[in-house]
């Protein structure tokens, strides 16, 4: 018989007043309406395993289950979540004079983007504590995690997207079960939908940040991060930045492997957001705490279009704590990156994993970093999932030919 995995969990803690809570209850926020973090016996994980002993198991997030706060075996819901790869980006090396950079891989995981790491232990944890009806405002990858996740656990799922979303992601969702509806807003709006309907529908929010366990599902990027690397972190993380729970969650695995003595350097964070929706940008450059709503928010990165993250003084917090900056790219840059990526290293990253590339160019001609540094970027999702540029060339096999044409790259080569 397969024991239970060990569990450390001490409670839950405010993020912003520091009150306690249970961790063996249905929680959302704080009773101060801040997010919640879950809190660990580190001397405890110390004592049960160390870090050789943790990379000798299979790979996969789950190896880490010292570090994560579902209680029963019974309860995970999984779905065969891989390690993702890391993936250098020798052209772009080559062509910045870059020592390295390389690309953590989101992509890979189950429904083809990091959000199944989230969704992966909060839905383990919202079947070990009973819940049954999930509900989630989401810009599409998201949706697709839970309703996937959902459907695994036998749960009802409800789901609003803006009304932009990508058509993959609804269907996507759509196929996997879950009620979708298109909004006419962005995702701040379809979060409102999810709180008007709390009390009549009787779901729970899996909103970003108003549950506690997403953010430790995603945690498990920094701790695989540095399990690949034996240890040794990156001396930059360029990250996608909207909801934050990926730069907050890896930073807390960051903190959590130091006071362990698991690592010894922790790396700069950086935040990367469009220039058409960039709260935390402006934050970060003005030495606010909390960031003030994006007025008008567009970008094709429609996963980094959050115009106010609950979670922003976590994610500043980490950001400066780290030493890190905030940076804004255009959409423009980002589609000249993601090209780039996929003509010259193969690599077919997401708009906002694009984002980052398009950062770490910006980032190196002002200096910011150096190129002596090791970079680490991260794409979230995979391309497929996106608009991609039309290619509409035909070619008439019964008229001749012309190959030299064909060569040239002209798109008329039917004689």
Same mark, same amino acid.
């Given at each position: 018989m397969i024991a239970d995995p060990p569990t450390f969990v001490t409670g839950l803690v405010c993020s912003g007043a520091g009150d306690r809570y249970g961790a063996n209850h249905i929680r959302g926020l704080s009773d101060a309406g801040w997010p919640l973090l879950v809190d660990y016996d580190l001397d405890g994980?110390?004592?049960?395993?160390?870090?050789?002993?943790?990379?000798?198991?299979?790979?996969?997030m789950w190896r880490y289950r010292e570090f994560l706060p579902v209680r029963?075996?019974?309860?995970i819901v999984s779905l065969g979540e891989v390690e993702t790869p890391i993936v250098s980006l020798p052209d772009v090396e080559q062509r910045l004079g870059s020592r390295s950079v390389l690309?953590?891989?989101?992509? !890979? =995981?189950?429904?083809?983007?990091?959000?199944?790491? /989230?969704? *992966?232990? &909060?839905?383990?944890? %919202?079947?070990?504590?009973?819940?049954? !009806? =999930?509900?989630?405002?989401?810009?599409?990858?998201? /949706?697709? *995690?839970? &309703?996937?996740?959902? %459907?695994?656990?036998g749960m009802e799922v409800y789901v609003f997207c803006p009304e932009d979303t990508p058509e993959v992601n609804v269907r996507e969702i759509a196929l996997h079960g879950a009620?979708?509806?298109?909004?006419?807003?962005?995702i701040g709006d379809c979060g409102k939908v999810v709180q008007a309907g709390a009390d009549e529908m009787q779901w729970f929010d899996m909103s970003t940040l108003k549950e506690p366990y997403r953010i430790e599902g995603k945690k498990t990027m920094g701790l695989e991060l540095a399990d690949q690397l034996d240890w040794d972190l990156p001396d930059v993380i360029f990250y996608p930045t909207g909801g934050g729970t990926g730069?907050?969650?890896?930073?807390?695995?960051?903190?959590?492997?130091?006071?362990?003595?698991?690592?010894?350097?922790?790396?700069?964070?950086?935040?990367?957001?469009?220039e058409g929706c960039a709260p935390i940008v402006?934050?970060?450059?003005?030495?606010?705490?909390?960031?003030?709503p994006w007025e008008g928010a567009h970008t094709i990165a429609t996963g980094i279009r959050v115009p106010a993250a609950i979670g922003d003084f976590l994610i500043l917090r980490a950001i400066r704590q780290s030493g890190g900056f905030a940076i804004a790219v255009s959409d423009e840059a980002i589609n000249r990156a993601q090209a780039a990526?996929?003509?010259?290293?193969?690599?077919?990253?997401?708009?906002?994993?694009?984002?980052?590339?398009?950062?770490?160019?910006?980032?190196?001609?002002?200096?910011?970093?150096?190129?002596?540094?090791?970079v680490m970027l991260f794409n979230c999702g995979h391309g497929l999932k996106y608009p991609m540029p039309p290619s509409d060339q035909t070619l008439d096999h019964i008229r001749?030919?012309?190959?030299?044409?064909?060569a040239a790259g002209r798109a008329d080569v039917s004689g």
């Open positions: 994980i110390a004592a049960s395993v160390d870090r050789d002993a943790v990379s000798g198991r299979p790979p996969g029963t075996r019974d309860n690309v953590k891989d989101e992509s !890979r =995981l189950p429904t083809a983007s990091f959000k199944a790491r /989230g969704m *992966a232990v &909060a839905v383990s944890m %919202a079947k070990e504590l009973g819940l049954t !009806r =999930l509900a989630l405002p989401t810009n599409g990858n998201a /949706g697709a *995690a839970l &309703a996937a996740y959902g %459907a695994r656990a009620r979708v509806w298109r909004v006419n807003g962005l730069i907050i969650g890896m930073w807390k695995a960051f903190n959590e492997l130091e006071a362990l003595g698991w690592i010894t350097k922790k790396p700069r964070m950086v935040a990367v957001q469009a402006k934050a970060w450059a003005e030495g606010t705490d909390h960031a003030e990526a996929a003509q010259r290293d193969g690599l077919l990253m997401s708009p906002e994993g694009a984002a980052t590339l398009a950062a770490f160019e910006k980032a190196l001609a002002s200096a910011l970093i150096d190129p002596d540094d090791q001749p030919i012309d190959f030299a044409a064909m």
